[in-house]
Antibody
Framework: QVRLVQSGAEVKKPGASVKVSCKPS????????MYWVRQAPGQGLEWMGW????????KYAQKFQGRVTMTRDTSISTVYMELSRLRSDDTAVYYC?????????WGQGTLVTVSS | SSELTQDPAVSVALGQTVRITCQGD??????ASWYQQRPGQAPIVVIY???NRPSGTPDRFSASSSGNTASLTITGAQAEDEADYYCNSRDSGGNHLFGTGTKVTVL
């Protein structure tokens, strides 16, 4: 069955970077785009961007341009989302989600807390 | 504008019908999908590409669209339908958008 397993919770100081991983299983890694979505506490969903695991091509939401980098490692079938220059308002749960029939599978979420 | 607006909250009596709307200019050109999110859980897709139900979505969920408004209807709401619902679409620049979210309470 399809599963997306994300890395564990992180606590970071303002100005630092965080790198979240997402490892899918149960399907061909290069066959589907992977999206990243975040959700601040008590807030709605926010699209951050996507990566094409086959080509490595990416598209980022304008809000995160220059601060976010999405990469993949095909040798271990894992995608990554790195967010730099963290601020307190980056505190959120970060999700990866596969794009097929809508975002049909989601990771369990990774809580990133930014605090001094 | 690249925004999707939803009513913050709606309530429905058990077994009755509720409609959730999503408004935005991009909906004139692109289909909406709908996501259900229960507290503490990841979202799940209940409708994709305007009115397609994944195999696990009960048939009491349906969707439609007209002009700049997409709608999700729950016909015969059940207690387990109490959740937050988000619409999702894209704009002409290939950016994806989520709606502001609607909290559905089943009375």
């Amino acid at each position: 069955q399809v599963r997306l397993v994300q890395s564990g919770a992180e606590v970071k100081k303002p100005g630092a970077s965080v790198k979240v991983s997402c490892k899918p299983s149960g399907y061909t890694f290069t066959g589907y785009y992977m999206y990243w979505v975040r959700q601040a506490p008590g807030q709605g969903l926010e699209w951050m961007g996507w990566i094409n695991p086959k080509s490595g091509g990416t598209k980022y939401a304008q809000k995160f341009q220059g601060r976010v980098t999405m990469t993949r490692d095909t040798s271990i079938s894992t995608v990554y989302m790195e967010l730099s220059r963290l601020r307190s308002d980056d505190t959120a749960v970060y999700y990866c989600a596969r794009d097929y029939m809508g975002f049909d599978y989601w990771g369990q979420g990774t809580l990133v807390t930014v605090s001094s | 504008s690249s925004e999707l607006t939803q009513d913050p909250a709606v309530s429905v009596a058990l077994g009755q019908t509720v409609r959730i709307t999503c408004q935005g200019d991009s909906l004139r050109s692109y289909y909406a999908s709908w996501y259900q999110q229960r507290p503490g859980q990841a979202p799940i897709v209940v409708i994709y590409s305007q009115n397609n139900r994944p195999s696990g979505t009960p048939d009491r969920f349906s969707a439609s669209s007209s002009g700049n408004t997409a709608s999700l209807t729950i016909t015969g709401a059940q207690a387990e339908d109490e959740a937050d619902y988000y619409c999702n679409s894209r704009d002409s620049g290939g950016n994806h958008l989520f709606g502001t979210g609607t909290k559905v309470t089943v009375l």
